[in-house]
């Protein structure tokens, strides 16, 4: 009895997971699909789904369920990621109402809100992922889950005014419901994507910068209007009237089975590659490097924008840009990702990221102008980072879409590590700055450079952004060079061989 269950499974396991198109000219007679079916205890209830061919399926990288699925994912990032994404323009609500500065710690906790938030997000991959692909009739199950626990998240922190409360609520709780609506979607990708992945990657993925832009340009009104609490309930209600309309389509190309799958189990010899591949590890660290860098910008350009004696719509302006830059940027390097060696993709980019960095922040934004070249280059440069993951784990995963959702969550969650550190290193560094110089609203008409706006106490922060992101870039360079190795003994030991 125990064999043949373990044989049902394997079967529905082996059916899930789509193989790489055959080359062989083999024809079969005039049979549209196979069959297979399974009987336990004289039921077959829960066996295999009858009748599944390659031919019954809906098409890869096209077609009404490829594209349909890719516009409901790509809003269902929006909305996810649009509020941590923006959250600076909360901060800076925040640190100027004394209902919360007045509180002990406030001005630590916070800037914590939504770092944590975006972090337990990019850091859930790994948790969450096994269990949906073990249990894959569940992903649907997590993405109401999911849509339930943001609304809720948004809606109890409306009804506090305790800065850990809101750390909790707003934060941590949030970011479990954005995960749960957030790795579903991830996994079901790779079954509606092959050949055009890195294009599909970019467009889900242009999905946050999208969010970013709109919310920095709905917030300051709803804030100065309603203040803190009564702008996080109409969040809150206008996440699920997003959302839930668009849950029937973020579904699978594979059936899905009600039976438990022993799995993650990635075929053939994958699973041990990808362990074993150096490029990989390489890119990890790269990626843990770019993500202590990536999100300082996003929290600190209102506050940066204030100490410019900016208003607040401006400095909501620099969020929008900056996302808008993201957006351009994802959907390019999607595109690229397809068709370009991704080390000299990633290297371009990370490169380009910190001489920005260096330039257009640290010498350039002591003024509107400044500042707002800096969110569009950062946004376009660094924001399509995550696009080019595709071009690094597509030879890995082949067709495998449990191996393909594994590397990635490896990836968000080494990003979402230097999400969650970088923004208590950044307040650390304003902070000795702001120590050492007396910074103060409207006391940089003298600032020269942006290294100098607020008295000083950015400068230690742009810095540090700048060597993050050029200690990444240095990485891949390595990644690049152990990469370009491995193919010449390969090709040496082809040659040899024959």
Request: with cysteine; hydrophobic share 45%; proline share 6%.
């Amino acid at each position: 009895m125990s064999s043949v269950l373990e044989n049902s499974e394997n079967i529905e396991l082996a059916l899930q997971t789509p193989l790489p198109v055959s080359s062989s000219t083999l024809h079969l007679p005039d049979q549209d699909s196979v069959s297979v079916v399974v009987t336990l205890n004289g039921s077959n209830r829960d066996a295999a789904p009858l009748n599944r061919s390659q031919s019954s399926l809906p098409p890869v990288d096209g077609g009404f369920g490829a594209w349909s699925f890719l516009t409901a994912a790509f809003f269902v990032e929006a909305v996810v990621w649009g509020f941590p994404t923006s959250f600076g323009v909360f901060l800076d609500a925040y640190l100027n109402d004394t209902r919360y500065t007045s509180q002990p710690k406030a001005s630590s906790l916070l800037p914590l809100i939504g770092p944590v938030s975006s972090g337990i997000i990019y850091c859930s991959g790994p948790f969450i992922t096994p269990v949906i692909t073990r249990y894959p009739y569940h992903k649907r199950t997590s993405l109401y889950i999911g849509t339930i626990l943001c609304w809720a998240s948004l809606f109890t922190a409306s009804y506090t005014s305790q800065v850990v409360q809101l750390v909790v609520f707003q934060g941590v709780l949030y970011a479990i419901g954005g995960s749960l609506l957030y790795i579903p979607c991830i996994s079901y990708l790779s079954e509606w994507f092959n050949h055009r992945r890195g294009l599909a990657n970019g467009v889900v993925f242009a999905g946050t910068g999208v969010g970013g832009i709109l919310l920095p340009l709905i917030l300051p009104p709803l804030l100065s209007s309603y203040g803190p609490p009564k702008t996080l309930r109409i969040l809150s209600i206008a996440i699920v009237l997003l959302v839930v309309p668009l849950l029937p389509f973020i579904k699978g190309r594979l059936p899905e089975s009600r039976n438990r799958a022993m799995g993650p189990s990635p075929r053939g010899r994958g699973d041990v590659e990808w362990k074993k591949s150096v490029s990989f590890w390489v890119l990890v660290v790269a990626n843990t490097f770019q993500g202590f860098g990536y999100f300082v910008p996003i929290v600190w350009l209102p506050t940066f924008a204030s100490d410019l004696n900016l208003s607040s719509t401006t400095s909501s302006v620099a969020i929008a840009l900056l996302n808008c830059g993201s957006v351009i940027g994802r959907l390019a390097t999607g595109y690229l990702s397809d068709k370009v060696d991704p080390w000299l993709l990633g290297f371009s980019t990370l490169a380009s990221t910190s001489a920005a960095t260096f330039i257009l922040w640290g010498l350039l934004s002591y003024n509107l102008a400044g500042l707002l070249s800096f969110g569009v280059a950062d946004g376009f440069l660094a924001g399509g980072w995550t696009s080019s993951w595709n071009g690094f784990t597509k030879p890995l995963s082949a067709s495998d879409p449990n191996l393909s959702t594994t590397l990635f969550g490896i990836l968000l969650f080494s990003r979402g590590m230097g999400n969650i550190f970088s923004t208590p290193i950044s307040s650390a560094l304003t902070s000795l700055n702001s120590n050492s110089t007396t910074s103060t609203r409207g006391s940089n008409h003298s600032a020269h450079l942006g290294f100098d706006v607020g008295g000083g106490r950015f400068e230690k922060m742009i810095v540090y952004v700048g060597i993050c992101f050029a200690s990444a870039a240095l990485t891949t360079l390595v990644g690049w060079g152990t990469d370009v190795t491995r193919r010449r003994r390969a090709l040496g030991r082809q040659s040899a061989q024959e």
